[in-house]
């Protein structure tokens, strides 16, 4: 029996969207980034998850890179991420020239281990970058605060994250940016995609990630016509996704607490039926604290290390 890894759930109006910019084409209808599908996509997460700006991008990588541009990783800075992640998070610190620092996770969560964050820090540490394993939140109260006392920059690698929650505050919105993933393999998607949420109140911060998503050009205010040509004023690269992708991401975007609540069923019932493998000490599910409500991303569980 081949088991997928994961199967995108379509809503139904994937099709309508695309289709309302295929049959418009000759009209006018854009295809490229930033037009109508693509605002309401960020409209729709900066009030769903109370979120200041949303910009969405090519995917969670790209989001990233962009967090690490507009911190301004310099060669010898030092990034603290868990040691227990995907790749994505460390690659931009270290195409910047950066040094990603690894602590490792608690046991229960397999989230960075916020007691060990402080010893890793050095006078050239700059940021943080928890990761919300499986959907289930980071101790953001732990890291905000040591952030804050070190005087860090905190990026979420919210990408598992999507439609979760910290004691009430969705994932993406705590730390001074958030990345979410809208990759096949996450709860909400559009093939491949992204987002960056800027969560500091800094509208020079917004302005700036504009221009990097833009390619270093100023095109985003050329188009709300703030400047009467666009040029290159900064670093940057090709993070804006196409509106055909945004209005796909649109109707899942909709059906959001939907598709999560659908998930939440077979999380329980995986964890139901495996309970028993874990009285009997077989296995380990997942732990999930008070202080977070998941979003069912992954199902994972723990077993005895071979030689123990
Ligand atoms: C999926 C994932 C990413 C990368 O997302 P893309 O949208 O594919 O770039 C980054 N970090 C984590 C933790 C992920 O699970």
Not at 45 to 51: N, S, T
Not at 94 to 108: E, L, N, Q, T
Not at 134 to 160: F, N, P, R, T, Y
Not at 246 to 263: H, P, T, V, W
């Amino acid at each position: 029996m081949k088991i997928p890894f994961a199967r995108p759930y379509l809503t139904g109006n994937e099709q309508k969207y695309i289709n309302d910019i295929l049959t418009n084409i000759r009209n006018g209808a854009q295809t490229s980034g930033d037009g109508p599908y693509g605002k309401k996509c960020e409209q729709f997460m900066e009030e769903k998850f109370g979120a200041r700006k949303v910009l969405l991008t090519t995917s969670c990588t790209s989001a990233l890179e962009m967090a690490t541009f507009l911190i301004g990783i310099k060669p010898g800075d030092e990034v603290i991420m868990p040691s227990f992640t995907f790749v994505s998070t460390a690659n931009p610190v270290v195409m910047a020239g950066g040094i990603p620092v690894f602590v490792d996770i608690d046991p229960d969560t397999l989230n960075i281990d916020p007691e060990k964050i402080e010893e890793a820090i050095t006078p050239r540490t700059r940021a943080i970058y928890p990761v919300h394993y499986a959907g289930v939140s980071c101790a953001m109260d732990e890291i905000m605060s040591l952030a804050k006392k070190h005087d860090l920059w905190v990026v979420e690698d919210a990408a598992q994250g999507v439609g979760a929650r910290y004691k009430g505050k969705y994932l993406g919105t705590i730390g001074d940016f958030g990345c979410y993933s809208f990759h096949e393999t996450k709860n909400i998607t559009c093939g491949e995609g992204g987002a960056l949420v800027i969560n500091r109140d800094d509208p020079k911060l917004v302005e700036r990630a504009e221009i990097i998503r833009e390619k270093g050009t100023d095109r985003s205010k050329f188009h709300r016509g703030q400047v009467d040509k666009y040029t290159w004023v900064d670093i940057g690269s090709s993070y804006v996704i196409s509106e055909i992708l945004s209005a796909f991401l649109l109707a899942q975007l909709e059906a959001l607490d939907e598709i999560n609540l659908k998930r939440m069923d077979v999380w329980n019932e995986y964890a139901e039926r495996l309970r028993q493998f874990e009285a009997s000490g077989i296995i380990r599910l997942p732990v999930i604290p008070d202080y977070a409500e998941h979003n069912a991303h992954i199902f994972y569980i723990l077993f005895q290390d071979q030689d123990a």
